[in-house]
């Protein structure tokens, strides 16, 4: 048992920067996933090492990612359990099935990749919003969104170092086939400076996917949402939900958004932000129960919300209201 590793625990993320050319790199605080299931298997464990570190480092704009596996000390021993001949694991093999081709396991080659990444690396895609954020010391960050689709190749390869992150953080998340052009992928940037010398930061993403919706609309599904662990709670997620609220509803061919199997922070954030537009446009004014079908099928169709979702705003609304 000394030899077996929870590989959850044992791996630990880092995102690399480099804010200007005179700066030297800096590193994140690192980050564990929350979970190494879909690669490592139902226990989360790999047998075989003693002391073992997982480290996986990303340039904070290109993604270009670092590998690093560490032990104390590898079981070279011979044994038998249950389930046949014991050896040590193969993590490198394990974790190539989910890391892109062009992988590093050279720590100074990666951070000259940084270095010239900071200089050259642009966001793939079309810009779509831009926010601000002021810091604790009064400072502004920007942020900006963009949306692609795999209809761009280069975006490809971007994805495929990215997409390992859903795994990690979205429970029951598996890869999107990257050669469905109608996948919509919008990513969030933080940008440090101005004009063409700004440096980018990848932040989260979202993917959605327009289904067809008889006779002749599309419902909007967002499949994958995810703010990376350093940046969560600095209300990233809600501008980004915010944003894509305002592109799908304002599309006339969109009746509906709806979510892929939503965990329980997102459908908070989700309830929050539904609920501030409802307000905002005065939705539930006059509303009492008990409530009218045609007024949840009105509120449904001008918000284009998912009628379960519609009752569940209108529901907190009337609660909110009770004395
Ligand atoms: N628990 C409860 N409430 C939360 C949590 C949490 N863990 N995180 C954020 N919130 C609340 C905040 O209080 C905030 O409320 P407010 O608007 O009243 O201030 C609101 O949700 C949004 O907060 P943000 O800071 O904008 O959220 P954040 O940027 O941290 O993003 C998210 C939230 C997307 C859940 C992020 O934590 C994340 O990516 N987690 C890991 C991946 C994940 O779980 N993704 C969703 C899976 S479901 C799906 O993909 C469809």
Redesign the pocket.
């Given at each position: 048992s000394e030899f077996v590793s929870n590989t959850t625990e044992c791996t630990e993320l880092q995102l690399v920067r480099q804010s200007n050319a005179e700066e030297n790199s800096q590193e994140s605080e690192p980050f564990k996933p929350?979970f190494t299931y879909p690669i490592f298997g139902e226990q989360e464990t790999v047998f075989g090492y003693k002391g073992l570190q997982i480290k996986i480092n990303y340039a904070s704009g290109s993604l270009k990612t670092y590998l690093n596996i560490s032990y104390k000390e590898k079981f070279n021993g011979q044994g038998t359990n249950d389930t046949g001949v014991l050896e040590a694991a193969d993590i490198k093999g394990t974790l190539s099935e989910y890391l892109p081709s062009d992988v590093l396991s050279n720590y100074d080659e990666f951070i000259r990749i940084v270095q010239e990444d900071a200089k050259t690396f642009k966001p793939l895609g079309e810009k779509m919003s831009e926010y601000k954020v002021e810091t604790e010391d009064g400072d502004e960050e920007q942020y900006e969104i963009y949306r692609t689709t795999f209809s761009n190749t280069k975006f490809r390869s971007y994805h495929d170092r990215m997409q390992l992150f859903?795994l990690l953080?979205?429970?029951g998340?598996s890869y999107i086939d990257n050669e469905d052009e109608k996948w919509e992928i919008y990513t969030v940037f933080e940008k440090q400076g101005q004009n063409e010398s700004a440096v980018y930061h990848f932040v989260?993403y979202?993917t959605a996917y327009p289904f067809f919706c008889w006779p002749e609309n599309i419902r909007m599904r967002?499949?994958?949402?995810?703010?990376?662990?350093p940046?969560?709670?600095?209300?990233?997620?809600?501008?980004?939900?915010q944003t894509l609220y305002c592109i799908f509803t304002t599309r006339n061919e969109v009746c509906e958004l709806t979510?892929?199997?939503?965990?329980?922070?997102?459908?908070?954030?989700r309830d929050?932000?539904d609920m501030?537009i409802l307000r905002d446009q005065h939705a539930f004014q006059g509303l009492q129960a008990p409530v009218p079908e045609e007024k949840i099928k009105e509120l449904q169709k001008r918000f284009k919300l998912t009628e379960r979702q519609i009752r569940r705003c209108v529901e907190m609304y009337l609660l909110s209201k009770l004395n």
């Open positions: 929350e859903a953080f979205i429970e998340s989260g979202c967002i499949s994958q949402f995810l703010i990376l662990p940046y969560q709670k600095q209300g990233h997620g809600n501008s980004l939900y979510v892929e199997d939503p965990n329980e922070e997102f459908s908070n954030l929050k932000n501030r």
